[in-house]
Each structure stands twice: as structure tokens, then as C-alpha cells.
């Protein structure tokens, strides 16, 4: 292993992690660990969710832990209900079906290990109205944008293809 001279090294940075105050958020499922368990062995997915509201909070992360327990199957029944999703008969619930899904949720400060966090409460999920829905498109529309604006174009370069012989 390499030796370090610990006295050029300089000191790191600790940023604080401002919170998001509590309120509905418009949310994107960005991935699903379906791996996690909980400590008595029952299957636990691991949601990461994207803040879709344009803002301050625009692209922060939000953590969510659906527990397939007898417990836990309630609120996930709670959130399928609210979100849209089947909760008619038997089913098996996959992670394709909410990879992707814009939600609403409401997203609450709480106390945990002695520390401060955001956190979707049980009840947190509901169904996206007409206005979810119109912030989410204003969304995209801005996030489009953005793009487009950050892309550089150069006037000088010839874009014309009438000299050019096409490899079919």
C-alpha cells in the first residue's frame, strides 16, 4: 500500500445536508433494489425517487423502503391503491411495474438515530391530479430546454451533405 504524507493533505469539506421542507412532491421512480431484506429476514425493496418539482430540490433524492411483511403488505396495498396499481386478487408485484412511475407523495421530516431525515410517511403516496400531472410536463418542458440551451452549436461548421457519398 502507498504511504500518504498526511500533512499535505487538506482538510475535507463537510456540507451540510439541507432537508426538503414537508410537503407533496412530484417523484419519479429511479430505481428499485429488490435485494435488501430486513433484520428478520423479510423482503425489503429499496426505492430511489428523483424530485421532479422544478426548484431548489429539483433532482434530490428521495429513499423509500417497501417491507413485504404482514405488516408492511398493508401500506404497500396503500400504495399501490393510491399510485394506480392493481390490488384486485392474487398478484406478484415487480419492480418493472413502478421503475419509471411519476408519483405524488408527501415527504415529512423525522427523528431517526438521533438525526433529522426526510422520509415518505405510510400514508405519504397519492394519486397525481390534473395539476401533478401539468407540473410534471412543465417539468420536462424546462429539463428539455435546459438541455438544448447547454448544447453548442457552431454556425461556421457546414452541415450541408450534398458532397458526401453515403456508405450504402
Known amino acids: ?3 500518504y504524507n ?3 493533505v487538506p482538510e475535507a469539506e463537510v456540507k451540510s445536508f439541507e432537508l426538503m421542507p414537508e410537503a407533496d412532491y412530484l417523484l419519479q421512480v429511479v430505481d428499485v433494489d429488490t435485494t435488501k431484506e430486513t433484520r428478520n429476514g423479510d423482503e425489503m425493496w429499496r426505492l430511489t425517487l428523483k424530485v421532479m418539482n422544478e426548484g431548489k430540490f429539483y433532482n434530490r433524492n428521495v429513499w423509500d423502503n417497501w417491507v413485504f411483511s404482514a405488516g408492511g403488505i398493508k401500506r404497500i396495498k396503500l400504495i399501490r391503491k393510491n399510485i394506480g396499481l392493481n390490488i384486485v386478487g392474487t398478484f406478484q408485484p415487480t419492480s418493472e411495474e413502478i421503475l419509471g412511475r411519476v408519483i405524488l407523495a408527501t415527504v ?3 427523528e431517526y438515530n438521533g438525526k433529522v431525515q426526510n422520509k415518505i410517511p405510510f400514508d405519504g403516496y ?7 400531472m401539468e407540473q410534471y410536463a412543465k417539468g420536462l418542458e424546462d429539463e428539455f430546454h435546459k438541455a438544448k440551451s447547454d448544447m453548442s452549436y457552431d454556425a461556421d461548421v457546414d452541415t450541408e451533405m450534398d458532397d458526401v457519398e453515403a456508405p450504402f
Open 1 to 3: 500500500m502507498a504511504s
Open 126 to 132: 397519492k394519486m397525481i391530479d390534473d395539476l401533478g
Open 6 to 8: 498526511w500533512d499535505a
Open 108 to 110: 415529512i421530516q423525522e
